[in-house]
């Protein structure tokens, strides 16, 4: 698994954010300071390795989930989207960047159904993460924020996010 | 032509919609599937010229899809459009009779590029 830990994991996010969201997303040197009360989006997706299980979860803020559905889906401004639209497009979001991050593994084999639940305060998402992360980094895009951490997994999702 | 999208996300349906649109397919009649067994239903009742599917999806995968359309002799047009585009991947999705793989993230361009020689 060590080998994992020298791969460039940040280009993924900042072409999915570029091609994807029309965002230029600038990998942060240290994390900003959010609202730990705020409601929040994470999204996991598992890559199974040939000798174990990864998985790149993705976090923001709802508000920051909102901004990115719009640009996904090209909603207007004063256009209010469904909550299941917001989670459906954060998901693809998700993703599309595990799936260019697992393109980067020479021995993934596979690539789970992405996953996406709501919590009701960013503080929470700190505390529960699902394995031993090796890469965490920060993106922001005007005053939107996301998350991008790369865990190696402890046998939890792998339950979850069975591959298909 | 008939255009089928087959994607498990409706954000990935609408994108990819709107991308053909971009791409200047936008005069096509385009319909939709929420996975690949949705897919084949509708394959089997509409008919469609050319199947634009995504790879990892519940029920029904993609490759799974297309493997079950070829062993019936069903020679549809089929195109994959997903987030993992490994050399591995595309080996067998040509081995299983795919005309193309677009990646996602995509571009209009990359959709002409890849599906212009199998529009006429």
Same mark, same amino acid.
């Given at each position: 698994?060590?080998? &994992?830990?020298?791969?460039?994991?940040? %280009?993924?996010?900042?072409?999915?954010?570029? /091609?994807?969201?029309?965002?230029?997303?600038?990998?942060?040197?240290?994390?900003?300071?959010?609202?730990?009360?705020?409601? %929040?989006?994470?999204? =996991? /997706?598992?890559?199974?390795?040939?000798?174990?299980?990864?998985?790149?979860?993705?976090?923001?803020?709802?508000?920051?989930?909102?901004?990115?559905?719009?640009?996904?889906?090209?909603? #207007? *401004?004063?256009?209010?989207?469904?909550? =299941? *639209? $917001?989670?459906?497009?954060?998901? =693809?979001? $998700?993703?599309?960047? #595990? #799936?260019?991050?697992?393109?980067?593994?020479?021995?993934? $084999? &596979?690539?789970?159904?992405?996953?996406? +639940?709501? /919590?009701?305060?960013?503080? &929470?998402? *700190?505390?529960?993460?699902?394995?031993?992360?090796? %890469?965490?980094?920060?993106?922001? +895009?005007?005053? +939107? +924020?996301?998350?991008?951490? /790369?865990?190696?997994?402890?046998? &939890?999702?792998?339950?979850?996010? =069975?591959?298909? | 032509?008939?255009?089928?999208?087959?994607?498990?996300?409706?954000?990935?349906?609408?994108?990819?919609?709107?991308?053909?649109?971009?791409?200047?397919?936008?005069?096509?009649?385009?319909?939709?599937?929420?996975? @690949?067994?949705? @897919?084949?239903?509708?394959?089997?009742?509409?008919?469609?010229?050319?199947?634009?599917?995504?790879?990892?999806?519940?029920?029904?995968?993609?490759?799974?899809?297309?493997?079950?359309?070829?062993?019936?002799?069903?020679?549809?047009? !089929?195109? !994959?459009?997903?987030?993992?585009?490994?050399?591995?991947?595309?080996?067998?999705?040509?081995?299983? @009779?795919?005309?193309?793989?677009?990646?996602?993230?995509?571009?209009?361009?990359? !959709?002409?590029?890849?599906?212009?020689?199998?529009?006429?």
């Amino acid at each position: 698994m060590g080998k &994992q830990m020298d791969l460039d994991f940040r %280009s993924p996010a900042e072409e999915a954010c570029s /091609v994807l969201l029309g965002w230029d997303a600038r990998e942060l040197e240290r994390a900003p300071r959010l609202d730990g009360d705020s409601p %929040s989006l994470r999204g =996991e /997706v598992g890559i199974a390795l040939s000798g174990g299980e990864m998985c790149v979860a993705i976090d923001c803020l709802h508000r920051d989930a909102v901004a990115i559905a719009s640009a996904l889906l090209g909603a #207007g *401004d004063d256009e209010t989207l469904p909550q =299941e *639209d $917001v989670r459906d497009a954060f998901g =693809e979001l $998700v993703n599309i960047i #595990g #799936g260019n991050i697992k393109g980067l593994m020479k021995e993934a $084999v &596979q690539l789970s159904i992405p996953s996406v +639940h709501e /919590v009701r305060s960013w503080r &929470q998402l *700190d505390v529960d993460l699902p394995g031993e992360p090796i %890469s965490q980094m920060w993106f922001a +895009h005007e005053d +939107h +924020h996301l998350r991008v951490t /790369v865990l190696v997994m402890t046998g &939890q999702l792998s339950k979850k996010g =069975e591959p298909t | 032509m008939k255009i089928l999208i087959v994607d498990d996300s409706r954000a990935m349906r609408m994108i990819v919609r709107r991308t053909l649109r971009q791409a200047g397919y936008g005069q096509h009649d385009i319909e939709e599937a929420a996975n @690949g067994r949705e @897919g084949y239903d509708q394959i089997q009742a509409q008919h469609p010229d050319l199947v634009l599917c995504d790879w990892n999806m519940p029920e029904m995968t993609g490759i799974e899809l297309l493997q079950k359309l070829k062993s019936e002799g069903n020679g549809v047009k !089929f195109g !994959f459009v997903t987030s993992e585009s490994t050399d591995e991947m595309r080996a067998k999705a040509d081995e299983a @009779g795919a005309l193309f793989l677009i990646a996602k993230p995509f571009t209009p361009d990359s !959709f002409k590029g890849a599906l212009a020689p199998h529009m006429s």
